[in-house]
């Protein structure tokens, strides 16, 4: 069955960078499009970034756009969320998620999800 398995994640200053990692089985990767998503404490899960199959089409959810860098390696079938300048608001448990549905910029949902990393930005 999918399995994904975030990393990566953890305590850093205003500022900051951390890179995160997805690690993808039970399925062929290099066929998805795959996408990072995540969730604050007390709100919805919020779409992030997107990257499509051949890791050459990204999108970026407004507040995270020239800060985060969304990758791939099919080969070694990992998904890449490098955050640089992580502001206090970035605080939330990051996911990597496959068939996601994206409206709008608007997280409808997705078809599966790994069990996410903590990212929290504090000075």
């Known amino acids: 069955q999918v399995q994904l398995v975030e990393s990566g994640g953890g305590l850093v200053q205003p500022g900051g960078s951390l890179r995160l990692s997805c690690e993808a089985s039970?399925?062929?990767?290099?066929?998805?499009?795959m996408t990072w998503v995540r969730q604050a404490p007390g709100k919805e899960l919020e779409w992030v970034s997107t990257i499509n199959n051949g890791g050459i089409t990204k999108t970026y959810t407004d507040s995270v756009k020239g800060r985060f860098t969304i990758s791939r390696d099919n080969a070694k079938k990992t998904l890449f969320l490098q955050m640089n300048s992580l502001k206090v608001e970035d605080t939330a448990v990051y996911y990597c998620a496959k068939g996601c549905t994206v409206v709008g910029g608007t997280l409808r949902m997705c078809t599966d999800r790994g069990q996410g990393t903590q990212v929290t930005v504090s000075s």
């Open positions: 039970g399925f062929t990767f290099s066929w998805f499009t």
